[in-house]
């Protein structure tokens, strides 16, 4: 049997994993960079949906569109606060209270708008919705 014999030169030096590590440092610092901005991108897209969505808060009762906007309502909630979660955990500290406070405000004020749909009550879907799209401006406001 051959032994086969590898010369140090094949092994990394401390200088080359320095290197390599910096570069995963600085790709993963991209990536968190770059999931930030998608969940801002999210964010707004969501937001707009949710603003335009005021045409459709009816004026008649029909039960398909009832059970129609709280669907809506539910799906774009969900990835409103998959995206707030993911801004504020990678957002810097000093911006966390305000994310965290402003997201707060908007599920709260989401959460009395779909009771208003199940209950299915008009004057109070709208009151609900003008709520919600106050809240959603100051939303498109805040992301970058």
């Known amino acids: 049997m051959k032994s086969v ?3 140090l030169s094949f092994f990394p030096t401390p200088s080359m994993i320095s290197i390599c590590y910096i570069s995963k440092f600085e790709t993963r610092v991209e990536m968190l960079d770059m999931e930030s901005k998608g969940s801002a991108s999210r964010i707004k897209k969501s937001a ?3 603003l335009s969505m005021g045409d459709d808060v009816m004026d008649d009762d029909d039960d398909y569109s009832w059970d129609l906007i709280g669907r809506d ?5 969900t990835f409103l606060f998959c995206d707030f979660n993911q801004m504020i955990s990678s957002a810097p500290q000093d911006q966390k209270e305000a994310l ?3 997201a707060n405000k908007l599920f ?9 749909v199940k209950a299915r009550s008009i004057p109070l879907t709208h009151n609900r919705y003008d709520d919600v799209a106050l809240i959603l401006q100051e ?3 805040f992301m970058p």
């Open 139 to 141: 939303v498109m406001a």
């Open 100 to 102: 965290t406070e402003l």
């Open 5 to 7: 014999f590898y010369s």
């Open 108 to 116: 709260q004020s989401i959460e009395e708008l779909d009771d208003a």
């Open 48 to 50: 707009y949906d949710l």
């Open 73 to 77: 309502l539910r799906l774009k909630s």
